[in-house]
């Protein structure tokens, strides 16, 4: 079936730094990919929508230079969290859709742990 | 605009007793439903889904859902469960196959 790989799955990192959290298809092409955060105890709040080959479409409220996206292949999407500040803390989740399966078949990332220090 | 409501935040259910969880949505269009799981610390699995035919959809892990036009709902149940359905579960809407809407989730806890 389709699997969905999100690496890492925790990472710690210093405020002001750079994160990068990648989501792969493994064996699916997609065209589009979905990012989500997650806070605690709360639900998934989409941020963007990561088209392949042309820039993601964010949701309002999400600041587009805070958070990096970018679709360079139909397997690879990227979400780098630019000079990451505590409030960034969370838990990313990925998804994709399969290019020329049912329109709605989306399949979900294992989710990165993001902790800012 | 699309939005979910999933009336319990938590159900506790003792072991090998039947489950509902409820999920109404807010639509002025026709809709497609999911109910999804997580595990902590983990992301989201199908559990099922209604894109359109028979209103009773079957899942995974013995979960079924109806899809009920009129009351706006598509609850989950399970007619008996096991420790391991211990998770959060997720109903989520989209109207056009890209954006997910999802509900604030229920906790189900399973006692022994």
Not at chain 1, 78 to 87: I, Y
Not at chain 2, 38 to 60: A, D, E, R
Not at chain 2, 86 to 109: H, M, P, Q, S, W
Request: charge should be positive; charged fraction near 15%.
């Amino acid at each position: 079936g389709a699997v969905v790989s999100q690496h890492p799955s925790r990472v710690i990192c210093k405020s002001g730094t750079s994160v990068k959290i990648e989501c792969r298809s493994l064996d699916f092409q997609a065209t589009t990919m979905f990012w989500y955060r997650q806070f605690p105890k709360k639900s998934l709040m989409l941020m963007a929508t990561s088209n392949e080959g042309s820039k993601a479409t964010y949701e309002q409220g999400v600041e587009k230079d805070k958070f990096l996206i970018n679709h360079a292949s139909l397997t690879l999407s990227t979400l780098t969290v630019t000079s990451a500040h505590p409030e960034d803390s969370s838990f990313y989740i990925c998804s994709a859709r399969p290019l020329g399966t049912a329109k709605y078949g989306y399949t979900f990332g294992s989710g990165t742990r993001l902790t800012v220090v | 605009a699309q939005s979910v409501t999933q009336l319990d935040s938590q159900v506790p259910v003792f072991e090998e007793a039947p489950v509902e969880l409820r999920c109404n949505y807010s639509s002025s269009v026709s809709v497609y439903l999911f109910w999804y799981v997580q595990y902590p610390n983990q992301g989201l699995q199908l559990l099922l889904k209604y894109l359109s035919g028979s209103t009773l959809v079957k899942g995974i892990n013995g979960f079924e859902a109806e899809f009920n036009k009129s009351q706006t709902s598509f609850h989950l149940r399970k007619p008996s469960v096991h420790i391991s359905d211990t998770a959060e579960y997720f109903c989520a809407v989209t109207e056009d196959g890209n954006k997910l809407v999802f509900g604030a989730g229920t906790i189900l806890r399973v006692k022994s």
